[in-house]
């Protein structure tokens, strides 16, 4: 359909524009249904009440009934999209066929919002008549999808951003310190950084998908380095206002039992490339089944900001070991995650600064960036310890303590 390409950069422009959710949700409605010739759509982000952000064409009863329903498990990672082409014989929806049909609803497809290649949403489409779908119609689908829920992401990261920034002149004018004013001043560059940086992702994700199109592939490369970077910048942002909240002690943790194996995958996938790029040997052993007390989210991002700093401080051909073991302890089970690297040794003299945020008095060079800081921050929340050694004439191994919850 012609019209896809202007409403495509109607909604890139808008997104980047919305003052509230609202509009997010409206201009991806507006979007999805045009493209695809429907007038009945709706946009959920799944949150504790499974919150329905916005509809077209249904009715009050099929609203409460798809509020909460998700087709795709909580922690699944980049989940595909649903597609129903026709209710009548479809036998995964036997059990839905009569409310679908006193919907008038003949065929639906769910389109997965992700963050962190997980699903927190979804935008599906419905249709009075059995519907075959094309393949430009399900990528057009998709590219709707993915543009909105980078948008909703940033659009909260804002938020988020700008609670901290609260808390912080809260804190600061109940006791004014230096490190108070340190933290505001943090908030304020993130909040001032993190508008540029995700205008300059989103029109770098739509222009990707406009010159994917006539197979410029120097174009293409161009672009695809300059959406990382562009990622880079705004985990840099993620990293400051973690910092903010780590100073600040609002560092908020939702802790369950938690299985280390999927956690542990999740970060690894995100790293891979990275150290394949780098020829590095990336090695786990972690037994099956051992469980943790934490917060999945947080802990996945500790992990992540460990390993990071290993690929980054080992040369090439080197290797990264993640292991994991349980502990018995005075006051119950400790799970202890180690990740070793064949990098250059840490001296003695460092050690002690290794987890230090950089810029302070005392830091040490392995921990240049703010990812240890932030680890160590997230780690100390869950009760549990980070350390590091570094045996003579090899490279470091970091361990991470945390309760056991079996």
């Known amino acids: 359909m012609n019209a896809r390409p202007n409403l495509l950069a109607r909604l890139g422009d808008a997104v980047q524009r919305a003052s509230n959710l609202g509009d997010i949700y409206e201009r991806a409605l507006d979007a999805v249904t045009v493209g695809l010739g429907t007038d009945r759509s709706s946009l959920v982000v799944f949150d ?31 989940p595909p999209a649903v597609i ?3 209710v009548d014989i479809d036998a995964a929806w036997a059990a839905e066929r009569a409310s679908l049909r006193a919907e008038c609803i003949a065929a639906l497809a769910f389109f997965p919002l992700l963050r962190r290649g997980r699903p927190f949403g979804k935008l599906t489409v419905y249709f009075t008549e059995p519907r075959r779908f094309g393949k430009d119609e399900l990528q057009w689908a998709t590219t709707v999808s993915q543009v909105t829920a980078q948008a909703i992401s940033l659009h909260q990261a804002e938020l988020e951003t700008l609670q901290s920034l609260e808390k912080a002149r809260e ?15 943090l908030a304020l560059i993130a909040h001032d950084l993190r508008n540029p940086v995700s205008t300059l992702k989103l029109s770098l994700s ?22 990382r970077a562009a990622s880079s910048m705004e985990q840099f942002i993620d990293c400051l206002c973690d910092v903010i909240r780590i100073q600040s002690g609002d560092l908020q943790l939702d802790l369950d039992s938690q299985e280390l194996t999927p956690i542990l995958e999740c970060s690894l996938q995100a790293l891979s490339p990275r150290a394949a790029e780098r020829t590095q040997t990336l090695m786990v052993d972690v037994p099956l089944g051992m469980r943790v007390r934490a917060d999945r989210e947080r802990l996945t991002q500790a992990l992540t900001h460990v390993v990071d700093d290993a690929i980054r401080s080992t040369p090439t051909e080197g290797w990264i070991r993640v292991g994991g073991r349980r502990l018995p302890s005075g006051a119950g089970a400790i799970v202890e995650i180690s990740v070793a690297d064949s990098g250059p040794a840490i001296s003695a003299e460092e050690l002690p600064w290794v987890f230090e945020r950089p810029g302070s008095p005392l830091h040490s060079t392995r921990g240049r960036h703010l990812g240890l800081f932030v680890a160590k921050g997230i780690v100390d929340a869950h009760g549990g310890t980070l350390s590091v050694d570094s045996p003579i004439g090899t490279g470091a191994v970091f361990r991470l303590k945390l309760p056991s919850a079996d």
């Open 48 to 78: 504790d009440r499974g919150c329905l952000g916005a509809s077209r064409g249904l009715s009050e009863t099929h609203r409460r009934t798809i509020d909460g329903y998700s087709p795709w498990l909580a922690d699944a990672i980049d």
């Open 84 to 86: 129903v082409a026709d």
């Open 171 to 185: 804190v600061r004018q109940s006791a004014r310190s230096a490190e108070q004013s340190h933290n505001e001043l």
């Open 206 to 227: 739509l222009l990707l998908r406009s010159s994917g199109q006539r197979d410029d592939e120097k174009l293409v490369a161009q672009l695809e380095r300059m959406g």
